[in-house]
């Protein structure tokens, strides 16, 4: 079905507002846009920050003749006669196709290749991770996930006991299953990445070696050699001492998600517990990684 959508610049103090009268005037969908180059990296919890200079943009019908919303907007005294706007038609895409057409596999580190589901698998001698992220973050894409996907590369997981915590697609988890792991425990706190990370693994033929849990079912005990946890320095900083809980003396420990200006602050909160390496980064983001003090 074809779409026209209308653009209005307006402010963060504004946008909502507006966004709810387009909804009222039969838009199907609004989107919030930055309307400069003003990143919001990690929000506050509770918070849902907006950018100074905000773009409202309302998906209508193609059918929908715009002239009266327009006008109806330019009556308003807080966009008025000189409201900056455009309406563009939208090509009728399948937008789903056009997400797998641009995800293709990709090698991290060494031996590992993560694979799209509906791909080929370029080295069949290769570590092939078979992937379908579903509703869940993590394709390996994204430099977070590509930084832990080549520290798991680069270890020696034979037969080891490891952790994911933030499993999201279970990407890392399944991973170091085929990197040769003995037992994975993923925990999220969405149910959705639970389920992403269950067929992923069923995809890989290893959920017999994935245990998966929401955090409030994890069991109390539990303890790994290895753990990895790509959340965000807010969650990290404050799950730092279950994180230490759950790794054994002289066991191995990757996080990220931070910034690279979170950096220091969060190895030095570590550092209680890990005897902390030199941060690796990747774009803007950060990878901290350790080693398990005796407790
Ligand atoms: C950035 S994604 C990482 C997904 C995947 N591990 C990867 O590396 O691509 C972070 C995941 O952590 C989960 N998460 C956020 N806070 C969490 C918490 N306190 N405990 C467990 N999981 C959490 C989110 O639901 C999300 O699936």
Not at 64 to 92: A, C, H, N, R, W
Request: hydrophobic letters at 40%.
């Amino acid at each position: 079905m074809p779409w026209i959508q209308l653009r209005i610049s307006t402010s963060n103090e504004h946008a909502e507002l507006i966004g709810d009268l387009l909804m009222e005037q039969g838009a199907v969908s609004i989107t919030l846009e930055d309307g400069k180059d003003t990143p919001i990296f990690e929000p506050k919890l509770g918070e849902t920050p907006l950018w100074k200079d905000t773009v409202v943009i309302a998906l209508f019908d193609a059918e929908t003749d715009l002239t009266p919303t327009v006008e109806f907007l330019q009556s308003m005294p807080i966009l008025g006669q000189d409201m900056k706007y455009k309406i563009e038609q939208i090509e009728d895409k399948d937008w789903v196709r056009e997400w797998m057409d641009n995800f293709h596999p990709i090698q991290f580190g060494k031996r590992l290749w993560i694979c799209p589901s509906w791909r080929d698998i370029p080295d069949p001698e290769a570590v092939n991770v078979i992937l379908d992220p579903g509703l869940a973050f993590g394709t390996g894409t994204h430099p977070t996930t590509a930084l832990c996907l080549e520290w798991l590369d680069a270890l020696d997981l034979t037969d080891k006991q490891v952790i994911d915590f933030g499993c999201g697609s279970g990407i890392l988890a399944v991973a170091a299953l085929k990197l040769g792991a003995g037992q994975v425990t993923g925990i999220d706190i969405d149910y959705q990445a639970i389920e992403a990370s269950k067929a992923n693994a069923e995809r890989n033929q290893v959920a017999d070696k994935l245990a998966l849990y929401l955090p409030e079912d994890q069991p109390q005990n539990l303890q790994a050699e290895i753990l990895v946890a790509n959340i965000l320095a807010g969650p990290l900083r404050e799950l730092a001492p279950l994180i230490a809980e759950r790794v054994q003396s002289g066991g191995k420990l990757a996080l990220s998600g931070l910034l690279k200006e979170q950096a220091e602050e969060l190895s030095s909160h570590y550092s209680q517990w890990f005897v902390m390496d030199e941060p690796a980064h990747k774009d803007d983001w950060s990878r901290l990684t350790g080693v398990r003090k005796s407790s």
